[in-house]
């Protein structure tokens, strides 16, 4: 109504009503919009929360991709992400055996029986495998000036 009488003072009586319902309308409408954008976040969020638990976080339930520290910054990531370039070109000038049982052992978590069952030797094989491919990486990341 304050709207209609600071801005259309001047019109004639006959159109005060039609005015009165647009500007009501249209203020209306932007309550909505604005509605809609403020809390667009919250229900993307929502679906993540429990119906149950009005106490969820959401943020609790998000998952961090590639087990990625999230506090590091760009300039961290970017380090990992060198030294996981130099390790693997390590890894690719081992012997074939060598690298199969590193990658089973370090890699997949196998233990020795099943790494020696894997690769069909014994277990004795397998730890000399992992002991010269542990040797050769650790002088190769050294000539590269890493140190873990």
């Known amino acids: 109504m304050l709207r209609l009488a600071e801005k259309y003072a001047g019109k004639p009586a006959a159109e005060l009503p039609l ?22 976040w919250t229900t993307l969020l929502s679906s993540f929360q429990n119906k149950d638990d009005e106490d969820h976080d959401p943020l609790d339930s998000l998952e961090i991709e590639d087990d990625a ?40 978590e196998l233990d020795v029986s099943e790494t020696a069952k894997a690769m ?15 040797h050769s990486l650790a002088v190769f990341l050294k000539s590269r000036g890493v140190e873990l």
């Open 69 to 108: 520290n999230p506090f590091t910054g760009p300039a961290e990531y970017s380090e990992r992400s060198q030294i996981m370039g130099i390790i693997e070109q390590g890894l690719a000038g081992l012997p074939t055996r060598q690298r199969e049982a590193f990658l089973l052992r370090y890699w997949e």
């Open 19 to 40: 005015l009165f319902q647009r500007i009501l309308q249209n203020a209306i409408r932007d309550h909505y919009r604005r509605h809609k954008v403020r809390s667009l």
């Open 120 to 134: 069909g030797c014994s277990e004795g094989s397998v730890k000399t495998h992992c002991s010269r491919a542990t």
